[in-house]
């Protein structure tokens, strides 16, 4: 037993193995002290291994520790932290991109839904009859993306926790309401593509927001005026949407020109002209391209990639004129937005900290 | 507090230990309910030393290995001595009104 756990043994190399997954530094400062604790654990018959392998519990501790690491938890380099910060941003700005999109369904619900049928010039109809169980189930699915903005308003009240519920259920809730329709292995994958940029948001605010990170609860007035400026967006645009639609249906405008507008107002349109926006914000800011705008940058290069996934993922391959002029344009500009975004945050990075790859306290 | 740092600082109150050693006596604090991973234990020990609770106390090397050992600071103590206070009379007020629920009293 003492030969298979002793020094050098199959179990250390297998537990300093995974302790790889820390920062150079920290492995530097910490290893020999950590497998020093492990293996007397293991001599002692203490239940962290498994005679020849560490166990999933030892693994995972270890993996929790070098993920809060990497995301500027205490004891985390500059770059680090640096990286925490724009996790956390990509979560913040994810959520205020979702809670647009929530007030823009839920501003639909209620055109399609909440008004009466001769209200609207052509007689905007939802499907099923009103008041069937499967009415009120689409009404739901279309409400309940509003959970994204109880998932802000927790955050920037400086609760994480409740934040992390609302948004998973804002994420899950509507698929469970009404199922995609997946019959296709072309077609799952697909639906998995466009929902990738929500289930990023998601994970960057679980794994960002952890019991090391700074809190992020903001002033009242600045709270307030963060939720409240994407759902008024949200239902503005529901409102845009919904006339012109009303007005294309009732043959008032034609619908050819609105195609393209139509584009830029679904959500990979939105998402790309969100990301746009926050390049040119990242661009033009005092300072840029570095220094102040370096987090949000970082963060929407993470949020880019998703983006672009779900946009090629559903490309209109075969189609031709406006459809597919536009989502190429789109691709397009996601991808221009992509490499602009990580120029700037690869560049933030390296100045913010050189010691990536070195010991604190050690020259070059 | 976490719990777990808790059942750290009081593991430190008598004596400086190292890292399995603070594992060990966390383990027989709790009555062998907190089994301390050394992930989760390194990051306890190092959010308590960002707070100034814990610092290195000394080094040493047994049978080839390494052991740090960590005290507690004036402070940690302080922090300690606080929490455990607040404890002791969230458990005070929870023991008189079940009393009182025992003795047929208010809810």
Sequence with gaps: MSERIGRGSVLEERYRRWLRLLPAPYRAEREEEMVSAFMEGAQRGRAGHDDQRPRLLEIASVAALALRLRLGGPGSTPGSSLCGEAVRRAALLGLVFWTMVGGLYAGQAVLTYGIPVDALPDGVMGIGDPESPERVRLVLADLVPLLWAVALGALVHGRPRTAKAAATAALVVPYVLVPPLVSWQVDAVRWACSVLPAVVTVLALAIGFHRDAPPPRLPARRALLLLALPIAAGVLLSVVVGVLGAMVRAGTVPARPLMSAWMWVDTPGLTCVSLLAVTVWCLARPGAPVKPAAPVALAAAILTVPAVLARVGTMPWGATGVIGLNATLQLAVLLAIGITLALIGVRALRAEDGSLTEVPGQPG | ?107
């Design chain 2, 1 to 107: 507090m976490t719990e777990p740092a808790f059942l750290v600082l009081t593991a430190l109150v008598d004596e400086p230990r190292h890292g399995y050693g603070i594992a060990q006596e966390v383990e027989r604090l709790s009555g062998g309910r907190v089994q301390l991973k050394i992930g989760t234990l390194y990051g306890v020990l190092d959010r308590l030393a960002a707070d100034g609770c814990v610092e290195a106390d000394r080094e040493e090397v047994r049978q080839g290995r390494l052991r740090r050992y960590y005290r507690l600071t004036d402070e940690g103590a302080r922090a300690l001595e606080e929490e455990a206070v607040r404890l002791a009379d969230n458990a005070r007020r929870a023991v008189e009104r079940l009393r009182l629920r025992q003795a047929g009293g208010p809810a």
